[in-house]
């Protein structure tokens, strides 16, 4: 059974930064992709940024470029998003999915799902 728990959210201050972090567990994820999406209140679940397990590759929504980095860490079965340079705009619950094969924007190609952590950018 896939598990996917997200940690690090919480309130920073608009220009700060916050590490999420996505403890996998359940099964060998190596022809998986894995990806972080967010919702603010009231908007639809928008995509964040994705990685290729085995190979690293990336890729982030235009508006992350250049502040948000996502990661991961094989040995820990952990994968990472760090965002640098926070805007109010960034407040949301953000979530870290996980799907077989290469990564998607789209939520609905994502099966496994955490349970979100609240990042709240606000002074």
């Known amino acids: 059974q896939v598990q996917l728990v997200e940690s690090g959210g919480g309130l920073v201050q608009p220009g700060g930064s916050l590490r999420l972090s996505c403890a996998a567990s359940?099964?060998?994820?190596?022809?998986?992709?894995m990806g972080w999406f967010r919702q603010a209140p009231g908007k639809e679940r928008e995509f964040v940024a994705a990685?290729?397990?085995?190979?690293?590759?990336?890729y982030s929504l235009d508006s992350a470029k250049g502040r948000f980095t996502i990661s991961r860490d094989n040995a820990k079965n952990t994968v990472y998003l760090q965002m640098n340079s926070l805007k109010p705009e960034d407040t949301a619950v953000y979530y870290c999915?996980?799907?077989?094969?290469?990564?998607?924007?789209?939520?609905?190609?994502?099966?496994?799902w955490g349970q979100g952590t609240q990042v709240t950018v606000s002074s």
């Open positions: 990685i290729t397990w085995s190979t690293g590759d990336t």
């Open positions: 999915a996980a799907r077989w094969g290469g990564p998607s924007s789209t939520s609905a190609a994502y099966a496994y």
């Open positions: 359940g099964r060998t994820f190596s022809g998986y992709a």
